[in-house]
């Protein structure tokens, strides 16, 4: 038998025992981990120097490189996210609804674990830490496959975190690590129906695809994002620019950035070369249409494959549109239903850009970076649902739960 | 291109408007599917003639025969539970949450129609109706794709409610039939990501399990049920009796039906002859093991086999365990995680059942065959949800609604 199902079963065991965790030996469980890690750091680190070394000798980029790198600093900011996690109230027995039937039938129906959740993964060891805390915290057993980049670094802080548990009231098998990071294991856990209840794929366009085309087990979808600023006709134009620059520069490689600024006719005519100067001097290379390059020699023409491009990059693709209609229309078409933004002073088209759009996040005046579980208060985040079931948007822990009925009667039969 | 396709390209043009409709819109096209039912029901009677003929000649079972069969009063039933759904609260446009963030952000968490549902079932030509009513309440386009065996009446269902929207706010196109009954049409459906939201099957084991193989669509699985129920040592007897016949012999074929019942050692000495013979003149065959067998003669032996089949029939497992523990184990090992019960005078054991059984629904003396929307005050049921995301047991209009966050700014950037 294979070492994803062998684990995914052991993780099954944990889940009896994850249910009937008070708050407080979750809690106690999250502390013992963030200690665990900070007094593992020189074995972590030591596991981390070779996954740096053969992604070196491999040709991986320094940007990658950077995210996969581990340092006492690094290792001690992510055992405090597991220290926060502690303070956040736990979902798990909430009563979200609770009434009495004509026949006496009471009926409630409360948060309870999902069971089982599948994470997979890239080079990222902060996930493998962010992930497994999240799940304990709502008493979920976790199997873990991270890519084989960070492998010798994920052993490490896996074996680090299962040693703390031993000293804790949850299982040590609710914490599993898949250690064949081959496709091929990937691929088998999106098949393991009854062994895991769901898998939530974290990483880039192509890890998620190959999830959501071959899963056969449910699915939370996260992370792409192609993202559209739209400046109305009366949009004050310093707003605009703040917004539009931040949403495209000030963190680009993520899901919430800007790809495309739609610019209203009457607001490019007045300040579209300014706007153009602003991004240029921010190293942002455009990508524009013919409206908008006649104002801006410098920009290159942008197609309909740029627009249906997430860039993650410092590029921007700029179209001057006639009216709000046009805006929407464009959204709909090239819009991934991530994140979504109007700048305007019109309240009337404030409102039914709001009301419009389809979309997870969709905002008046305000940058599409905010769409995260941080920003929005929730404290955590197991990533951003870019699918319309379960969980939409930024995913805080009650995303991590299921519900079931309990229902007390007294001998009632059903007529 | 295909018809499924072409018809959830359709679909996707009303959802715009769909999104913009007041309840009261929305009300009057349901009222006026009603009418339009009735009205045409010599013509949908027609079809259903041209159905029963062609599953006559080819051999379809009387029963089937008469879940397919439509007559005035039938047709005067599903147009009723039309303008039943009319009664029932919009959920769309609800404000789940409201929080004003320190930077002055304000959020809104707002229940939006999913989008686009495609259905996918069998010969019932009420779930025609059903369905598009449920969906179109929600501000939902529906494509449905029901079994062959009910196509002439389907299609003239359908032309006779899309007729009927040609007088209402509700575009035509939010409803589309796909008149290509074969398997090749419903597995193209599995895979229009982007097209359809989300697909809810309608039917039986062999219908759920391609869905739920195939799809790359997100999924909501509902239906399959091996439901227990778990007499305990302090049960009352005739409460018990009351509630094991019920939830096997009152309506066998449905998934919260009751597949196994567990009896605790103590009850089963003292009364398990009984009431086997309570289930002998129900005309229920027994299957049991030897503990039970020693007791009742004329029951066959059973196997796991048996414990792991949805027999939908007058067919009843019988297993004796030693105590609670047992059960639960059992239950772990066969259920479906769909309905389960405890009959005990002991609390504390009824508390640990309705803790620790993972299940949609978990009763304290009280039939499983209440798991049901209309039985849990719903008002209305698109199904019943066997997994764990999104919706779980009894789904009402709630479950056909997704989410999203409107944010409103005065220019904040993120830092």
Tied chains: 1, 2.
């Excluded at 949403?247 to 006719?265: D, F, G, W, Y």
């Excluded at 190293?283 to 013919?290: C, M, P």
């Excluded at 046009?326 to 109007?342: M, N, P, Q, Y």
């Excluded at 739960?401 to 007294?410: D, L, P, V």
Aim: proline share 3%; charged share 25%; glycine share 8%.
């Amino acid at each position: 038998m294979s070492e994803a199902r062998n684990k995914a079963i052991a993780a099954g065991t944990a889940t009896a025992a994850l249910n009937n965790l008070t708050t407080a030996q979750k809690n106690e469980a999250l502390a013992l981990m963030a200690d665990a890690l900070v007094a593992n750091r020189d074995d972590i680190i030591a596991g981390n120097v070779i996954d740096i070394e053969r992604g070196r000798a491999g040709g991986t980029s320094e940007s990658l490189l950077d995210r996969l790198r581990l340092d006492d600093k690094r290792i001690e900011a992510i055992a405090q996210g597991l220290r926060e996690v502690i303070a956040l109230p736990d979902p798990v027995g909430e009563t979200i609804a609770a009434f009495e039937r004509p026949n006496g039938l009471r009926i409630e129906q409360l948060r309870v674990p999902i069971g089982v959740v599948g994470i997979i993964y890239e080079a990222r060891p902060n996930v493998t830490v962010d992930a497994a805390g999240l799940c304990l915290k709502t008493g979920n057993a976790v199997v873990l496959r991270g890519g084989s980049a960070a492998l010798e670094s994920n052993k490490r802080i896996v074996a680090a975190l299962r040693g703390s548990l031993r000293q804790s009231a949850v299982p040590e098998d609710a914490l599993q690590l898949v250690e064949d990071a081959s496709r091929a294991s990937a691929n088998e856990m999106l098949k393991l129906n009854g062994l895991l209840d769901v898998i939530i794929p974290r990483g880039g366009a192509a890890l998620i695809r190959n999830v959501v085309e071959n899963a056969t087990v449910p699915v939370i979808e996260t992370g792409a994002g192609i993202c559209h600023t739209y400046v109305d006709a009366t949009a004050d134009y310093d707003m605009a620019e703040a917004i539009a620059l931040n949403a495209k520069i000030q963190r680009p490689s993520v899901c919430n950035s800007m790809e495309t600024l739609l610019i209203h006719a009457d607001f490019a005519g007045k300040h579209l070369e300014r706007l153009a100067d602003s991004f240029r001097r921010a190293s942002v290379e455009l990508r524009a249409d013919a409206a908008a390059r006649a104002r801006v020699s410098w920009a290159i023409e942008a197609t309909d494959e740029d627009y249906a491009t997430e860039y993650n990059d410092f590029i921007l693709n700029v179209r001057v549109v006639g009216d709000l209609d046009e805006a929407l229309a464009h959204i709909a078409r090239f819009g991934t239903k991530h994140s979504e933004c109007i700048v305007t002073e019109d309240q009337a088209n404030a409102d039914r850009f709001l009301q419009e759009v389809d979309a997870a996040a969709v905002y008046h005046n305000a940058s599409t970076r905010f769409t995260d579980g941080f920003e929005f208060g929730f404290g955590a985040e197991i990533g951003i649902s870019t699918q319309k079931l379960h969980a939409r948007g930024p995913m805080g822990l009650p995303a991590l739960t299921s519900t079931k009925y309990r229902i007390r009667g007294n001998g009632q039969t059903r007529g």
